[in-house]
C-alpha cells in the first residue's frame, strides 16, 4: 500500500509539473544582398540563399519560458544549407524566460566545444502603426537598433519584427522580445526568419532549460572564437 501511494504522489507531482506548450514554424530566407553577392564571399552567399529553403526552426512558448531552435526534417536536411545557417545568424539554441532580458544560448561548436553562452537581450523597440498579415495574423511593424560584433569591429545596424498583439506572448527567435505580441518575423539585414505554422492548440510538456556545455559570458565566448581563429590563421600562413 505504501508504494502504491509513493508511486500515486509522483505520479500526480510529474502531472502538475507539465505545462501547456504552444509552436511556432518559421523558415528562413537569405535575400539578395549587392555587398555580399560581389565580395568575396560571393559563390558562398549564392549557396546560402539558394538552399535557404531547407532550413526551418521552431518556438516552443508558454506562459513561462521560450525555446527557440533549428527544426530537423521537413527536408532540413536536403541540399548543402551549411552555408545558409552560416549566414543565418542563428548559433544552437536559445532559452529564455518570461520577464526577463537574459537569453542562455547553448552553442555545440565542433571546433571550440559545448557552451552555455548567457546574453542580454537591450533592444529597445521603437512601434509603429504599420501593419500586415502573416497567415492571416494581423501584425505590426516594430524597430531597434542593435551593435553587432565581428573581425572587423562593431557595428549598430537596424533590425525589425512584426509582432502579434493577437497572440500576447513577448517572445521571438533568437530570443529577441518585449514586444506585445509574439513576433511572428524577424529580419536581421537580408535574413528573415517567417512564420509558416502555428499551432496554439497548447500540447502538454516542458520547456527544459539548456544545462549541457561550459558556461560562460557573451565576451567569454567571444575571446574563444577570436583566439581560435588567430590560432587557425597562424597555422595556415
Known amino acids: ?92 539554441k536559445y532559452y529564455k524566460e518570461k520577464n526577463s532580458n537574459d537569453i542562455l544560448k547553448e552553442i555545440d561548436n565542433k571546433s571550440v566545444g559545448h557552451f552555455l553562452v548567457k546574453t542580454t537581450d537591450n533592444s529597445k523597440w521603437i512601434l509603429t502603426k504599420e501593419s500586415k498579415k502573416i497567415m492571416d495574423y494581423l501584425c505590426y511593424k516594430a524597430t531597434a537598433i542593435v551593435t553587432v560584433k565581428n573581425e572587423a569591429g562593431h557595428f549598430k545596424r537596424t533590425i525589425t519584427a512584426w509582432y502579434c498583439p493577437k497572440i500576447p506572448i513577448q517572445f521571438g527567435p533568437k530570443g529577441y522580445g518585449g514586444l506585445p505580441g509574439l513576433i511572428m518575423e524577424l529580419q536581421d539585414r537580408n535574413i528573415i526568419i517567417g512564420a509558416i505554422k502555428i499551432d496554439l492548440k497548447s500540447k502538454t510538456g516542458k520547456i527544459e532549460k539548456p544545462q549541457k556545455g561550459k558556461r560562460v559570458n557573451e565576451q567569454e565566448y567571444d575571446k574563444i572564437i577570436e583566439d581560435f581563429s588567430r590560432k587557425m590563421n597562424n597555422e595556415n600562413k
Open 1 to 92: 500500500m505504501k508504494k502504491i501511494i509513493l508511486l500515486l504522489l509522483i505520479y500526480s507531482s510529474s502531472f502538475y509539473s507539465q505545462e501547456k506548450i504552444s509552436k511556432i514554424d518559421y523558415c528562413l530566407v537569405v535575400g539578395d544582398d549587392k555587398e555580399l553577392d560581389n565580395g568575396p564571399l560571393g559563390e558562398y552567399y549564392k549557396e546560402a540563399k539558394k538552399n535557404a529553403k531547407y532550413v526551418f526552426y521552431s518556438l516552443d512558448f508558454n506562459d513561462i519560458a521560450m525555446l527557440f531552435y533549428e527544426k530537423k526534417g521537413m527536408n532540413s536536411e536536403n541540399g548543402n544549407n551549411a552555408f545558409s545557417k552560416a549566414f543565418s545568424g542563428v548559433e544552437g
